[in-house]
């Protein structure tokens, strides 16, 4: 007697995207062309368990323009088809239909969902490097990194994470450091042309 | 309450940008560095359909490291051409080695990628030439995702209140 399969189970090959037939939801496959890969299928129940067959739903309920046993749980903000929770996508807290999704995905690229820091501790310590390269704009690079550090330590205390401290704590230490030489080297032209100028 | 800790996963080069992915409870968390931004996005488990894991030739390294190695080589077979003593033509000669091993290194040493696709985000992390660790997280998402979803599945099945 053999065990009891599962429904028809298809994943795509990474490198060429030909739908290979999987046995089981966890299986190593390979595709016409060769290609070896593992897989592992999953039925995500955030997608799954919020759609609800028409059937079981009150009768009057709108179904679902592409699942018609599926009843609507919204319509596209875009094209105004009604969608059940599987068509349901969320594109910037509006709801839209998988091809309107694509759509604004191929047209202009999606201004992703999610947090968006600028990582100042890296900037002050590459600030710092060369301001101590550089050393004649130290003046004016030297506090800058000093700036820029201050202001990651400020946004690693904000976020509660930190973004590379040391980095930050390294390029205001060459920011102190770059800055004092570069005050010294100013200092010593101005004394040099003081006393009649630069020889050859 | 403080963020739970997060494990670094691998990462992922691209042209000018750098992706690094971690695992921060029941999601990835994914790090995009385009020079001094970075953009933190995160893919919850619960939504995963798929993660494959496969091996591949990194064309672009191999081209780059052949291309560089020829080069080198080159001048240096027309710089012997001309000059017999060996000072002349070893650096271009020694350039021309690092290129070749490093395009062999590429042959030899194959990329393991692993790919987490949800309805919409798809995550990829790189491991050159270190298949174990790209296996070791191909498991370790596959089991956090599994038990992410076990776990978000049951109680819906119970009739809610309200």
């Known amino acids: 007697m053999t065990a009891p399969r599962e429904e028809s189970l298809r994943a795509p090959c990474p490198r060429c995207g030909e739908d290979v037939d999987a046995p089981l939801r966890r299986a190593s496959l390979r595709c016409s062309w060769g290609h070896a890969f593992e897989v592992a299928l999953f039925s995500p129940p955030s997608v799954v368990g919020r759609s609800r067959p028409a059937a079981l739903v009150a009768s009057a309920q709108t179904p679902c323009a592409r699942h018609a046993r599926n009843a609507a749980v919204a319509a596209c903000e875009r094209c105004g088809t009604f969608m059940c929770a599987l068509c349901r996508v969320e594109l910037e807290g509006t709801p839209v239909c998988l091809p309107c999704f694509e759509r604004a995905q191929a047209d202009q690229g999606l201004g992703e969902s999610g947090t968006v820091l600028r990582d100042w501790n890296r900037l002050a310590l590459n600030l710092g490097l060369f301001s101590i390269a550089f050393f004649p704009f130290a003046p004016i690079g030297g506090p800058l990194a000093v700036v820029l550090g201050l202001r990651g330590r400020r946004q690693d205390r904000r976020t509660g994470e930190p973004l590379h401290p040391v980095l930050g704590m390294v390029g205001m230490v060459l920011g102190v450091i770059a800055f004092a030489v570069g005050v010294l080297f100013f200092m010593s032209l101005f004394r040099e042309t003081g006393r009649g100028g630069i020889r050859a | ?162």
């Open chain 2, 1 to 162: 309450m403080a963020a739970s800790a997060r494990e670094f996963l691998g990462k992922r080069r691209a042209f000018g940008e750098v992706q690094r992915a971690y695992l921060r409870g029941a999601a990835l968390e994914v790090d995009t560095y385009d020079w001094y931004d970075l953009r933190r996005r995160r893919i919850q488990l619960d939504e995963v359909q798929r993660i494959t894991l496969h091996r591949e030739l990194r064309r672009g390294n191999l081209v780059a490291f052949l291309a560089f190695g020829l080069l080198f080589a080159a001048v240096a077979a027309l710089i012997a051409l001309g000059a017999r003593e060996v000072s002349a033509w070893i650096t271009f000669a020694i350039f021309a080695a690092v290129g070749l091993l490093g395009a062999l290194w590429t042959l030899v040493f194959w990329s393991s990628v692993v790919t987490v696709t949800s309805p919409r985000a798809k995550v990829v992390i790189v491991h050159a030439g270190r298949p174990r660790r790209s296996r070791e997280v191909f498991r370790l998402i596959a089991d956090r995702t599994r038990e992410t979803q076990a776990a978000s599945s049951s109680p819906s099945d119970a009739p809610r209140a309200g």
